[in-house]
């Protein structure tokens, strides 16, 4: 899967908005990827997850793990194209747990999975679940790289399209400043 046709999915399918955005961590953008509209379509979320796995398939993955809600999809996909078992993680009581019996062994070989990486904060919290079983982590994979470089995770991530967004604090937003009221199209709750 070339970065030109996953962007071609993207706009296909509406998943890349222009706009108003505040991201999840807080600041604004004029575009969001909004993967949900290209992964609602099984035949798009299946070939995206077939790129992921290709990322990942000389790494002998034995396992999939990918944060809720963005990353429960497309980690499914992924492993489905790899043949491996896929597990999430989900919030309970505002704390990212592995519930439904989920669980990770020390032989295991894990890729974790989410649909865009911005902030990475959701597959952080996924990877400080599964790192203490002693399970050797191969690494994060996504459909689209928001970081612009600036990534905070482990190990730079392997996604599909490089995506790097305009982002302002804020008081510096010049959409603001002209009057536009941001909008949060995410999953996760606006910053306190």
Do not use: N, W
């Not at 993967?35 to 002998?60: K, N, Y």
């Amino acid at each position: 899967m070339t970065p030109e046709a996953t962007s071609r999915i993207l706009l296909d399918t509406g998943a890349l908005l222009t706009g108003h955005f505040q991201l999840s961590s807080g600041l604004h953008s004029d575009r969001y990827v909004q993967c949900a509209l290209a992964l609602r379509h099984p035949r798009h979320a299946g070939s995206l997850g077939a790129g992921i796995a290709a990322l990942f398939a000389g790494d002998r993955p034995t396992l999939v793990a990918g944060p809720a809600l963005g990353g429960v999809i497309i980690a499914h996909e992924v492993a489905r194209a790899l043949d491996v078992p896929c597990i999430f993680s989900e919030r309970a009581d505002g704390v990212m747990a592995l519930r439904r019996g989920f669980s990770v062994k020390p032989e295991d070989r894990v890729v974790l999975i989410e649909d865009a990486i911005t902030t990475g904060k959701s597959v952080m919290e996924l990877h400080a679940l599964i790192a203490p079983t002693g399970a050797t982590i191969l690494g994060f994979g996504s459909i689209v790289d928001r970081t612009g470089g600036d990534s905070h995770l482990p190990a730079p991530p392997r996604s599909l399209v490089t995506l790097p967004l305009v982002k302002y604090q804020p008081a510096d937003c010049p959409l603001c400043r002209a009057g536009s009221v941001a909008i949060k199209p995410g999953s996760r709750p606006k910053p306190g």
